[in-house]
């Protein structure tokens, strides 16, 4: 079935350093993956998104991974500042309404 | 802010009360969206509103039923809940479905059903 997964539930990083989140997805046929950022008493926030034409994206300090081979999404963020404590969720969507979110990374930034 | 407004942002009521959670975008979007996100749970879509018109309703409960006047605003009726309805309730907004595009959230109402 569909599903969409997070190898790590927490992540500790030092301010300053890269930080990597990982994610797993099932359905060969999702197309277009997001990356949002939730920090404590706020919604999810769009980061990132890539489609499946696509194996990278960057942003700003943000760069999106795609490896549908293995069907592996990665988010890293450059130079990791305590502003980027937040959970990270990755969401996949196979086209239409229904887009499947993880469950969800903790990125903490250690000062 | 996000451009989508969730009222209250906090509810307490009971298992016999009757409340209305309000969601409103001014981002022009056409789809609006309510998911419910539990602790140690992924965020679980609950219904999918497109240009006023009910796309989606993911086998919700019928103690939760949703409204959807005009493309700008979104109600989530609530009546009779259990404890284990006690989640942070989403509003979401796309500019279309969402394989093209992300989505914007609300902050969200916290309810706690005692």
């Known amino acids: 079935g569909e599903s969409v997964g997070l190898h790590l539930p927490t992540l500790s990083v030092q301010e300053g350093d890269n930080s990597i989140i990982n994610c797993a997805y099932s359905?060969?046929?999702?197309?277009?993956f997001i990356w949002y950022k939730q920090e404590s008493g706020k919604g999810p926030q769009f980061i990132i998104d890539?489609?499946?034409?696509?194996d990278k994206r960057q942003g700003q300090r943000v760069t999106v991974l795609l490896n549908k081979t293995v069907k592996h999404l990665s988010l890293q963020i450059a130079a990791t500042q305590p502003g980027d404590s937040a959970v990270y969720f990755c969401?996949?969507?196979?086209?239409?309404?229904?887009?499947?979110f993880g469950a969800g990374t903790r990125l903490f930034v250690k000062a | 802010e996000t451009g989508v407004t969730q009222t209250p942002r906090h509810l307490v009521m009971g298992m016999t009360n009757k409340k209305s959670l309000k969601c409103e975008q001014h981002?022009?979007?056409?789809?609006m969206y309510w998911y419910k996100q539990s602790a140690k749970k992924p965020l679980e879509l609950m219904f999918v509103?497109?240009?006023?018109?009910?796309?989606e309703n993911n086998s919700v409960p019928s103690r939760f039923s949703p409204e959807c006047p005009n493309s700008s605003h979104l109600f989530l009726h609530l009546h009779t809940l259990q404890p284990e309805d006690s989640a942070l309730y989403l509003c979401?907004?796309?500019?279309?479905?969402?394989?093209?595009?992300?989505?914007?959230f609300g902050s969200g109402t916290r309810l706690t059903v005692v």
């Open positions: 979401a907004s796309s500019q279309a479905n969402g394989a093209n595009y992300g989505y914007t």
């Open positions: 359905n060969s046929a999702s197309d277009y």
């Open positions: 890539i489609r499946s034409n696509m």
């Open positions: 969401a996949e969507n196979t086209g239409g309404f229904k887009t499947i």
């Open positions: 981002l022009g979007h056409n789809a």
């Open positions: 509103y497109n240009f006023k018109e009910q796309t």
